[in-house]
């Protein structure tokens, strides 16, 4: 059983507000991600780290930000929501190293912005 | 850069027919591929993965995948649909296992009673 928990799971919220979502894991894993998902289903990686104080943005350019100032935790933050930035947005962990490569993923947030 | 595309957004069966999804991948390097599910209002789970060692990869829930090197070809099976098959399916791929996955935009799986 995975152990990678984001909060909240759904949040509707107004245009220009401050937002951080939250994502955890109890794995220890090195590795972690965010992905954003449109309606059509398609995953987009935004952004990742592969340790603490390491970030990285990924192939979808994206508003938000996101910081790694201790292994387990990962928030993404959005300065100012826009509607434009209503969709899923999914956490992921993994291990360093090649034997166990693959990814966890949290159950994903929902946002919504009105 | 690695890429992956998955043939057919949607694919209908009956219950009891063969589940065919498909995955064709684009990577320089050995890659490592993934097949992953998803249920509505769930993150992804994964099914199966090949990591360079056999071919044939044995799932959870009766699923498997062959590795074809000559196809580029990564395609998902399984027997005999169950309703519960009924599901999201991604595809993705990392190079050595080293990058981030990069997913396909996935397949709906309907299972028809």
């Known amino acids: 059983e995975a152990d990678i928990y984001q909060t909240p799971r759904y949040l509707v919220i107004g245009t220009g507000k401050k937002i951080t979502l939250e994502c955890s894991q109890t794995?220890?894993?090195?590795?972690m991600y965010w992905y954003q998902q449109d309606p059509g289903m398609e995953l987009h990686l935004i952004h990742y780290?592969?340790?603490?104080?390491?970030?990285e943005k990924g192939d979808l350019s994206s508003e938000s930000t996101v910081s790694r100032i201790r292994t387990e935790h990962f928030p993404l933050t959005l300065e100012s929501a826009r509607p434009s930035h209503t969709s899923q947005y999914l956490c992921a962990s993994s291990a360093h190293g090649l034997k166990d490569t693959e990814a966890f993923f949290g159950q994903g947030t929902r946002l919504t912005v009105v | 850069a690695q890429s992956v595309t998955q043939l057919g957004s949607h694919v209908s069966v009956s219950e009891g027919a063969l589940v065919l999804l498909r995955c064709n991948y684009s990577s320089s390097v050995p890659p490592y591929l993934f097949w992953y599910v998803q249920y509505p209002n769930q993150g992804l789970q994964l099914l199966l993965k090949?990591?360079?060692?056999?071919?044939l990869v044995k799932g959870i829930n009766g699923f498997e995948a062959e590795f074809k090197k000559s196809e580029t070809s990564f395609h998902l099976t399984k027997p005999s649909a169950h309703m519960s098959d009924a599901a999201e399916y991604f595809c993705a791929v990392s190079d050595f296992g080293n990058t981030p996955l990069v997913f396909g935009k996935g397949t709906r799986l309907s299972v028809i009673a």
């Open positions: 780290s592969y340790g603490v104080n390491s970030t």
């Open positions: 090949y990591t360079s060692a056999a071919t």
């Open positions: 794995m220890g894993h090195d590795k």
